[in-house]
């Protein structure tokens, strides 16, 4: 532990808004230092307050510029942001900002506002477990907004939903096949729908084939109907619209959905914990004893590899 | 259990030669039956008789071909042959030949051998845990020899070698990159090289860029030096050659360098089955009264994500 790391002042600091101890906070569920867990157990009794609002969508449909435009359009309200950029492909990590996260450095000197890149090659798929401690960190440091942000690839797009209470899909006029290609599982987990890049070519067709598609959709009596923004991210065109409809979603989820979603969220963390922990004992096992002696049984014929492993999972 | 599914009858009738029952314990294991585990510990007592070889090398190398060839010469000496072949990334499973299989289909009818083809997105990353079990089935029915050949897609290559005595890696002349292309893991894996369509232009080349890439290995004084065998897998020829350096290969590992093998492999199974058990135990918990109890009281700030899974791991 470095000379600074006491975790309880860190948390002390982040709770006063002290950037360096957020950050400093954030690297060590990033490491998944040995105070991880020290980590996690003093942030509880501080989170919960945070709107989590993830933002998913091909690359090329201007999640970064959106992202930017969004904390210029929350920062007005002087809500205090957090942006957690994370990349499941990039072997890159820290606090620097992304190479095309250009926009986002107008807030970099902004106090009310952290932002965080996260390499996220997870242990657990795509995201690591690292990513809803990192939103636990921003959400105790009083962060009102927390933008989740993910380079879109597969599985971590869905991923993402999984973490945030408010999920926005992101298109834009022109990306190859448009709706089409974005229907695998995406549509589904969208609360909100932007059509980025709303003054190109296309943009109302994109819309409309989009409105198709969502009308497509059996939803229950009084269920959200996930709306249709227009934006033009680069000018902050929309971007009032699209923060009335985070905030209607917000209200729609109200106390009670709101409370089941992050139930749903934290029992899928604890599950995930739980499995991580014991791959790592059973990774560990490789000069145990007992592997050892079970193995040499099933080559002698006197038990199977069944059998062997339920011994072992005793032993465990 | 369907009629007749008794599985130490199975057992017994594998063991005397019956095909039918060969197959249908081997459905069991990959079907992942409940009887998976009964299977498993009747076969117990049978195993360790065989000569594991797995096949591998990118497609068009003619794995197929050279695996059909190497059972007509091993049949010649009226050695009882089992095939498996794994197809990583096919849905597709069953007693079925795969489609380009047709030269396998003239030892369909001869009673020495058994031919299996195999689905396998595995649970565990490539090769299901089923394979080690069917090898197991093909070993108990009084297989000399197991002929394990997988479509080469990345890591089931180094899999396969995990799992056999003996691992051929074949090359072809004119593949693109040859033997750079083969480099990744693949060289280091194999036991017996075959440079396959050594009738067409490159052979010699391939031979020699494999010689000066396998000669740069550092090798200890009495290890096993991994021949290069020329073979045109289609007219047989080479294939007398082959066997010769497979049989050099087994008589080479002697009883204490396989059983050193055969334990690795073994202790890597149980520790697969142990993981994949506990995987579904967490999976099975989604109606688990204690997971909710935990995520309500991690959503109400009294815990952690990290303590309530030690806490669930307890009562697991």
Known sequence: MAAGDDVAGLVAQAREGRPRAVARLISLVESESPRLREVSAALSPHVGHAHVVGLTGSPGVGKSTTTAALVSALRQRGQRVGV???????????????????????????????????????????????????LRVLDAAGCDVILLETVGVGQSEVEIAGLADTTLVLLAPGMGDGVQAAKAGILEIGDVFVVNKADRDGAASTRRELRSVLGMAQRPEGAWRPPIVMTVASTGEGLDVLVEHVDAHREHLGAGELQRRRHDRIRREIRAITLETVRRRVGDLSGHAGLDDLAAQVLAGSTDPFAAADQLLEQL
Chains 1, 2 share one sequence.
């Open 84 to 134: 957690l950029a994370v990349d499941p492909t990039s072997p890159f990590s820290g606090g620097a900002l992304l190479g095309d996260r250009i926009r986002m450095s107008d807030h970099a000197t902004d106090a009310g506002v952290y932002i965080r890149s996260m390499a996220s090659r997870g242990h657990l798929g795509g995201l690591s477990w690292a990513t809803p401690q990192a």
